[in-house]
């Protein structure tokens, strides 16, 4: 596509359920990244992909955080249980190459846990 | 572990007054540094890369700087639309690069 595509744009969930985030990456953009922004921060890495293998998953915070991607193309970041603090702006980015090359980053989704 | 450290945290200009953003860094190994900019409920926006000290790259009135342990972001002659949080990142390997917290750049007409 044109650009980086995340969907939902908002969500407002209840303490204790399940979400799952989408990211459309650039078609032909090997690499895929999640981060989170949470209000006036700055952005926190959460894991990377290289086609579909994730080699650095190292920014999930707990386990209750996962993500997968398939196909070289469409990424879901699932939370389970959320929590209070797991509200954030999920932002996802694309780029060609995971080295030396910008990312290009979605409109993120806005996660809200009440 | 990489860090990033930008200041101001935030500045004001008055359009047409010029001035500079500072990103300072600690990596091993710097692949690549970049400067994005974000308005408020988007996605930050990919401006330049820079890869080696002395390394220069403008766009309209932006122009970013790279030294061995910094990087400017000059604004000349800045407008109101040039008002944004610009971000700096660095790389020091393949995937994740580590953002600073950004300076919020207000321009006043």
Avoid: M
Avoid at chain 1, 5 to 24: F, H
Avoid at chain 2, 18 to 42: A, E, H, I, M
Avoid at chain 2, 57 to 75: G, M, P, Q, V
Wanted: charged fraction near 20%.
């Amino acid at each position: 596509g044109a650009g980086v595509s995340q969907s939902p744009s908002n969500k407002v969930t209840e303490k204790g359920k399940d979400v799952e985030l989408r990211c459309d990456p650039i078609s032909g953009h090997t690499a895929l990244y999640w981060y989170r922004q949470s209000l006036g921060q700055g952005l926190e890495f959460l894991i990377y992909f290289q086609g579909n293998s994730a080699p650095d998953k190292s920014g999930l915070p707990s386990d209750r955080f996962s993500a997968e991607r398939t196909g070289g193309s469409v990424s879901t970041l699932t939370i389970q249980r959320t929590q209070q603090e797991d509200s954030a702006v999920y932002l996802c980015a694309s780029s060609p190459e995971p080295l030396n090359y910008g990312y290009t980053f979605g409109s993120g989704t806005r996660l809200t846990v009440v | 572990e990489d860090q990033v450290t930008q200041s101001p945290e935030a500045l004001r200009l008055q359009e047409g007054e010029s001035s500079s953003l500072n990103c300072s860094y600690t990596v091993s190994g710097l692949r690549g540094l970049f400067w994005y900019r974000q308005d408020p409920g988007k996605g930050p926006e990919f401006l330049f890369t820079l890869y080696s000290a002395g390394e220069e790259k403008e766009k309209e009135r932006l122009k970013a700087t790279l030294t061995k342990k910094e990087s400017f972001l000059h604004i000349t002659a800045p407008k109101p639309e040039d008002s944004a949080t610009y971000l700096c990142a660095v790389q020091a390997g393949a995937g994740k690069s580590t953002f600073g917290d950004g300076t919020t750049l207000t321009v006043k007409p």
